[in-house]
């Protein structure tokens, strides 16, 4: 069962290699002991039986490369900081920085969720030309044939007091959780013209798939060789001399 679950942790990661801000998940294992017996009437002391325990899963929260699309409305964010979302959920976090304007207008993810700036959705007019998105994610634009420029939001960069506590729903986002309430992020930085790629080294999760389909093989071949064992004995035990 756990070599099972472990299997479709890494087949995840594997098919998210190639999606934007993901992030890997890793299984977390601990030695799990039968409890011994509580009797005094036992003449020796009870064996040891010791199992594997499947305790959870962690992510792995370092950052993934950068790949540079020119397209100004992408961001990637250096540091621990989440782009704030605003989802049919509610709000949610991602490091998913391939953004887009929708028809009305309104910054959104490539899922079509709305992007939040610190006073709320980001909009842009139609005559905004020549995005520019700062370091600390201010956006400005030029509007219309005016040479100053206007300002149309800044990004909400929020972190958590524990990230690991986060919950990890569909499409790349999370949801706040046990993980604290989301604090403003004022030491991450925002490239434009970027996007943040997937930690997952395939590489690695090929590796480990490999050696898991062996290890899941190698179990069922012993298990089998027991349960044959054990049938021959009961044959054999069966079997009454006349």
Do not use: C, W
């Amino acid at each position: 069962m756990t070599l099972d679950r472990q299997f479709d942790v890494v087949a995840n990661n594997i098919a998210n290699v190639n999606t934007s801000g993901y992030k890997a998940d890793h299984m977390l294992f601990e030695e799990y002991l039968t409890s011994g017996a509580h009797e005094d009437n036992f003449k020796g002391a009870d064996r040891r039986v010791s199992y594997v325990q499947d305790r959870g899963t962690f992510r792995d929260f370092t950052e993934g490369g950068l790949e540079q699309t020119n397209n100004p409305l992408d961001v990637a964010i250096s540091g621990n900081a989440f782009l704030t979302v605003q989802s049919a959920g509610g709000e949610r976090y991602t490091r998913d920085g391939n953004l887009q304007i929708n028809s009305t207008g309104q910054l959104v993810t490539a899922n079509g969720d709305l992007v939040l700036g610190n006073s709320g959705p980001i909009v842009f007019q139609p005559t905004d030309h020549d995005i520019a998105i700062s370091g600390d994610g201010t956006i400005t634009v030029q509007e219309g044939t005016a040479r100053t420029d206007s300002i149309r939001g800044k990004l909400r960069l929020v972190s958590f007091a524990d990230a690991q506590k986060l919950l990890k729903q569909g499409n790349n986002l999370y949801a706040a959780g046990e993980g604290g309430a989301p604090q403003q992020d004022t030491k991450s930085t925002v490239r434009q013209g970027f996007v943040e790629k997937s930690n997952v080294s395939s590489v690695v999760e090929m590796s480990r798939m490999i050696e898991l389909n062996r290890a899941y093989s190698n179990m069922a071949n012993m298990l089998s060789q027991q349960s044959d064992l054990h049938k021959s004995a009961i044959e054999k035990l069966a079997d009454v001399p006349s």
